[in-house]
């Protein structure tokens, strides 16, 4: 390059983010700052959110390292409401190993486990109201399991077979259950975010009671669909919900690559205008004290809330990469906020209404039925043994009525269909 | 064209990886960028050991903003650099695509020149993965009818470095599709049959160093009287395959470079066969194939024997569990020969 009269000047040198560790390190995340419990106290719901910016730097937590719960954020959930959410996350949990399992076996050709997370999609759904509507990313299947969604539905669209009601046409876990308030999962990033702002206005303009809830991952904040959303919940107030699952990875980038080393999440809230709430997300209490605290915001005309989940993903992206390749293995056991199911079993027994026989009595209850219900699953097909949906149904729900070019290249499938496996095969 | 260099045998991911590195060396204003990148290498493998060798600042991660990576890419080539930003797949290159079309691909028309964008955006595109609709696309007519954009897509370890070579030299935008089908072994479409390594093929046989394939020319990967068949990515490979077992005398193009197309490698072989095919995995409806076929027509009329025949993947979202039946695989090509080799007309 030229010299240049500003050459005296100090060189400007790029910023690359790195994580603090990566495979051979050991993790150790003690400058993780875990304030004590009700730090900040809960304010009242019709907040300005002006008001309560700490909210958005602090960490909202409810089970304390005795395992007890206290503080002004405590929902006070009796213990039948625990145990619930316990073997809700229990259930999940055993149906995400069974399907990592299959996938692995060569059953279908996609997974995706939302280990170490299960709270931030079980508690959540657990304090909305069941018509309440869900846009997920693609880790929020806790939210169909909460819900009572039948789990031989969603085994049948992860083996793309005949059973499966979106007829074969997605990617494992991208589910669609309207009839359960759960919007169909889309392979593209944080497109749910504008969608759910336009869910919660369609209902703010006719005058309903249901409000949205939209989840996305750390590293997908970065997309503009975010930004776009967030303005728009400002500029509406509508009764949305944001939540950002920060599990500190995004595939391999930790979430220094979505601006983690300057802010949080939550504060990102603060630019826009709207309540932010940072959040211990594997503090199943606390995830539900915050989700009430917003949804009640919201059905009251108060606004949007933008919740942080502060949490870790247990295990890789999905059943395509291998996160040992990336960092540390044993940096789930060194996260310093612990296990969701670990602490809410250690609550409940803290509560003298839970021990470690019944705990693991449960397991192999729910690990057993998974199995059962697996076995049943797969009578319908697996991915890729022929029991699929029919051919037209790949021309059909592209329009609503069929269109002449596309009835004719259903006819041609079917012929090539004849002529691969010869005279005798019929149409299904 | 054969460099005299010695050649390694590499798969395709090998091969765009070493044409990456070779440019890294060469050119210190090549930058790479996209997400997971940088110290993972890529979901596929293809950035793999750049980011330790030619430095963080060379070779980095972004955040997931598809419009933020192209958009910044535009950014760097206004300062003087040469980015090669990688989208993760084609199926996500929809959110940058305002700083694609209206911005990468009109630089250098709005400014007279004043500014210019010399970008490459890699990205894998093509099904065959069983990635369901939103990891199969190949949305390649999009960018082709974009006036500024050249769109390549090759089908050899070989052609593949050549071309990326010649695209990051390029002083104007470019979108590369790699065939991620055809990554580590050429699938001929019998998708029950077991797939060969890139070693077996001699497009494996790759130079260590520099060497470019002129973006703008065709490769005639076979030649033959009776029909041509135009074909480009994976397809190739499955139209070659196809060939074989039925014994047609096919003339075979590659157009490796879909713009600006080799029109005259297309017209001399159309004439001399009087029949064309046109094959691509993308949907048929607006497809490459109708510029193809019209370009043909226009140039070939009278030399034709039989309607052109297209033959491509179905116009609906590429499905999950019949994925083959969608593909447009060794049935549907022999069905489309039969068609053409017998007509009449």
């Known amino acids: 390059m030229a010299q240049r009269p500003q050459d005296n000047l100090a060189p400007l040198h790029l910023h690359v983010p790195e994580p603090k560790f990566r495979p051979g390190d050991k993790a150790d995340f003690s400058d993780v700052v875990v304030p004590p419990v009700d730090a900040i106290a809960r304010p009242d719901e019709a907040v300005k959110p002006a008001d309560i910016h700490s909210l958005a730097y602090g960490l909202v937590r409810v089970l304390g390292d005795d395992d007890q719960a206290t503080g002004s954020w405590n929902p006070g959930l009796d213990a039948d409401k625990l145990r619930l959410i316990l073997r809700k996350m229990l259930t999940l949990r055993a149906f995400d190993d069974r399907m990592f399992r299959a996938q692995r076996q060569g059953k279908t050709s996609f997974y995706m486990k939302s280990f170490g997370e299960e709270a931030t999609s079980v508690a959540t759904t657990m304090a909305l109201q ?3 509507m869900c846009f997920p990313s693609y880790r929020q299947q806790g939210i169909l399991v909460t819900r009572d969604y039948q789990l031989i539905d969603m085994m049948n669209q992860i083996y793309s077979n005949r059973g499966d009601k979106l007829k074969g046409r997605q990617l494992p876990i991208m589910y669609s259950a309207k009839d359960y308030g759960f919007f169909s999962v889309s392979g593209n990033l944080t497109t749910q975010y504008p969608q759910a702002v336009g869910w919660a206005m369609a209902s703010a303009s006719r005058g309903d009671t249901r409000i949205a809830a939209v989840w996305c991952g750390d590293g997908s904040t970065a997309e503009g669909d975010f930004h776009s959303a967030l303005t728009f919940a400002a500029v509406y107030n509508a009764p949305v919900i944001f939540q950002v699952v920060n599990n500190q990875w995004a595939i391999s980038s930790f979430s220094g690559f979505a601006g983690s080393e300057r802010t949080t999440f939550a504060a990102r809230a603060i630019g826009y205008g709207i309540a932010g709430l940072r959040v211990d997300g594997n503090d199943v209490l606390a995830v539900y004290a915050a989700m009430e605290w917003a949804a009640n ?26 996160p040992n390749a990336y960092r540390p293995a044993e940096e789930y056991a060194e996260w310093p906020l612990g296990d969701p199911v670990d602490r809410l079993k250690g609550h409940l027994i803290a509560l003298g209404e839970w021990d470690e026989e019944r705990h693991s009595a449960l ?8 199995k059962a219900i697996q076995k049943e699953a797969e009578k319908n097909g697996i ?7 029919s051919f037209e149904t790949m021309f059909e729900d592209v329009f609503e009525d069929m269109p002449w070019h596309l009835k004719e290249q259903c006819e041609q499938v079917l012929e090539e269909q004849r002529d691969k496996f010869g005279s005798e095969w019929k149409a299904q | 064209m054969m460099s005299e260099a010695p050649t390694k045998t590499m798969n395709m991911i090998e091969a765009i990886n070493s044409a990456m590195d070779v440019m890294l060396d060469r050119d210190p204003g090549v930058v790479v960028l996209g997400e997971d990148v940088g110290y993972f290498g890529g ?26 990576i192209i958009g910044v890419g535009v950014g760097m080539a206004a300062y003087g650099l040469r980015p090669v930003p990688e989208i993760q797949f084609a199926d996500y290159i929809y959110p940058g695509l305002d700083q694609l079309v209206s911005e990468a691909a009109r630089m250098r028309y709005r400014s007279a020149g004043d500014f210019i964008c010399p970008m490459t955006v890699r990205s894998p595109f093509g099904g065959g993965i069983f990635g369901g609709q939103t990891h199969s696309q190949s949305p390649e007519s999009l960018f082709t009818h974009i006036c500024g954009i050249k769109t390549v897509i090759p089908a050899t370890p070989y052609d593949a470095k050549g071309l990326l070579i010649a695209a990051i030299e390029d002083n104007d935008p470019v979108v590369f599709f790699e065939p991620k089908r055809i990554y580590n072994g050429p699938f001929t479409g019998y998708y029950d049959r077991p797939v060969e390594p890139w070693s077996k093929h001699e497009g494996s046989a790759v130079p260590e160093g520099h060497y470019r394939i002129e973006l703008g020319k065709a490769s005639v990967v076979r030649e033959g009287q009776a029909v041509t068949v135009l ?27 879909l713009l600006p197309l080799d029109i005259e490698t297309i017209e001399a072989s159309v004439k001399k066969t009087g029949r064309c095919m046109v094959v691509h995995e993308a949907t048929r409806t607006s497809g490459f194939g109708a510029e193809l076929a019209a370009q043909v027509q226009e140039r070939c009329f009278y ?16 499905p999950h569990s019949l994925e083959w039946a969608y593909f447009p695989g060794p049935v549907r090509l022999a069905r489309a020969f039969d068609k053409i080799m017998k007509d009449p007309s």
Do not use: W
């Open chain 1, 363 to 370: 397991a192999t209850e729910l690990s057993d039925e998974v």
């Open chain 2, 231 to 257: 074909t480009y990515g994976t397809m190739v490979h499955v139209v070659k395959a196809v060939v074989a077992e039925h014994g047609i005398d096919a003339e075979i193009i590659d157009l490796r470079t």
């Open chain 2, 43 to 68: 979901v596929f493998r293809a950035t793999a050991g750049l980011q330790k060798k030619h430095g963080k600042t060379r070779v980095f991660d972004t955040p997931i903003t598809e419009c933020g």
């Open chain 1, 383 to 389: 991915l890729g043994h022929g029991l699929h949906h």
């Open chain 1, 130 to 132: 069941r018509d309440d």
């Open chain 1, 297 to 322: 915001r919201a059905r009251t005309n108060n606004g949007p809330t933008l919740i942080e989940y502060f949490t870790y993903r247990g295990e890789g992206h999905s059943t395509s990469d291998d």
């Open chain 2, 303 to 318: 030399h034709l024997e039989a309607p052109i025949e297209r033959v491509t993947g179905f116009d609906t979202p590429y």
